[in-house]
């Protein structure tokens, strides 16, 4: 540290955040500099950014914004800072999320160390099994609309770290830029896609929200994954009445609840009697909903749990898609398993967790896929695309463990007929 800087941050504490930065990836702002193009002059730039956060002269470029899809022909604004702000950043986070994660609630799951989407569709999982009324909450446009004054009070309350306090400041102000170079004021919200933003919208719904309904609704469980989240209740009158207080909290916070988004929903199963309107809810790429099971004994029952979702399921195909295999035929089957076994496995740890069957539709493309690609790649297979899929079978009976989908148990149709 420098004692004749303003602010005492360490150098090592910048390195941290540029490693963190680096491992998390992500694409260049508005000065176009990728972390590629920012490692030519590591450690020039490094400590350059350091001497300016611990002399107060830092001051953030424009956040680049980008659209991408989010469904149904909408989309969703994701706010990309340079790499020097990313890290700058990142040197915050390191240094406030200490100090707020033993205040978090339990139930809060979203961006936070030790805690992960799946703990969450799992505990919601139990939950609705024991309860028979849930309360699926959407907050309308959450991180465009955070009170820029009501969130800082909440950061004062857990530092009076100087720097710390200043520089979110000047990061909440700073404006967004769009791809033609056009500049528009922030007033309120935080971008959505930096480093800081998921832990200040943490913060920001632990007062709104998480520590509301600790105080006011101490026996009413709930998940929430940032600004999705879902509540248990045990009738649907109780539901009802607590929608309308939670939506009078969100008020005084200035945020909104989504119309269309949010609804109570009837946990139905063989042992609910009774018709709703809705019997189904979506929660972090699962629908819960009632299906056929099976127990340990082998016998059926329908019950109330989740399986990946019809969009989860789309998006999935789209980025096969992307890929391109079919045009790929100067590859071999061990490249294509090597270029994207990573990319299945981590769907299949995901969306495999609960009622793995889901996924079937989702590898019954892909296989289909990978035949299509034999039919260009192999001569004796071009225009028999019913040969090679058994071609595929024998392929995977033979090696299961060459794709990731295939070891998992999810074959090829003509695994079980031989090779012609």
Same mark, same amino acid.
């Not at 309120?188 to 709104?208: C, E």
């Given at each position: ?199 200040? /919208?943490?913060?920001? %719904?632990?007062?709104?929200? @998480?520590?509301? $309904? #600790? ?5 009413? *469980? ?16 109780? /539901?009802?009445?607590? %929608?309308?207080?939670?939506? @009078?909290?969100? $008020? #005084? ?5 989504? *119309? ?161």
């Amino acid at each position: 540290m420098s004692r004749t800087k303003p602010f005492s941050i360490s150098k090592q504490l910048v390195w941290r955040a540029y490693k963190r930065v680096k491992s998390n990836k992500g694409g260049a702002g508005v000065d176009e500099q990728s972390i590629t193009d920012f490692e030519v002059n590591l450690k020039d730039n490094l400590y350059k950014l350091w001497n300016r956060m611990s002399s107060g002269s830092y001051f953030p470029l424009a956040v680049l914004t980008v659209e991408i899809p989010k469904g149904k022909g909408s989309t969703r604004r994701l706010g990309i800072p340079t790499v020097g702000d990313r890290i700058a950043q990142m040197v915050v986070k390191l240094t406030l999320e200490p100090k707020l994660e033993p205040c978090f609630h339990p139930d809060s799951y979203g961006y936070r160390p030790q805690k992960s989407a799946i703990e969450a569709v799992g505990v919601t999982r139990q939950r609705c099994w024991q309860y028979d009324w849930v309360i699926d909450l959407d907050i309308k446009g959450f991180f465009d609309n955070l009170d820029h004054s009501l969130l800082m009070q909440t950061v004062k309350k857990h530092t009076n770290c100087k720097w710390t306090i200043l520089y979110i400041q000047r990061w909440l102000k700073v404006p967004s830029q769009d791809k033609t170079g056009q500049q528009t004021a922030r007033e309120r919200g935080t971008p959505q896609g930096g480093v800081i933003s998921p832990l200040l /919208a943490n913060l920001y %719904l632990h007062y709104a929200f @998480d520590e509301w $309904m #600790k105080r006011e609704y101490p026996n009413t *469980p709930f998940e929430r994954y940032a600004d999705d989240s879902v509540i248990h209740c045990q009738t649907e009158v109780e /539901a009802q009445q607590l %929608l309308k207080d939670i939506a @009078d909290q969100l $008020m #005084k916070f200035r945020l909104e609840l989504h *119309p269309e988004k949010t609804r109570v929903v009837y946990c139905k199963d063989k042992k609910r009697n009774g018709d709703y309107p809705n019997t189904k809810f979506d929660f972090l790429g699962y629908t819960f909903r009632s299906r056929r099971s099976m127990n340990r004994w082998g016998k059926h029952f329908i019950n109330f749990s989740p399986a990946v979702s019809e969009k989860a399921k789309k998006e999935m195909r789209q980025k096969m898609r992307s890929w391109r295999l079919h045009l790929r035929s100067d590859k071999s089957l061990e490249d294509i398993s090597h270029m994207f076994n990573p990319v299945l496995r981590g769907w299949i740890n995901y969306y495999g967790r609960y009622y793995k069957t889901g996924l079937y539709p989702v590898f019954r493309h892909l296989n289909r896929t990978l035949a299509r690609w034999a039919t260009r790649k192999y001569k004796k297979l071009r225009g028999h695309r019913r040969r090679a899929e058994h071609w595929l079978g024998r392929v995977a009976n033979n090696d299961s463990h060459l794709f990731a989908h295939w070891e998992r148990g999810f074959k090829p149709s003509g695994s079980t007929i031989g090779a012609v």
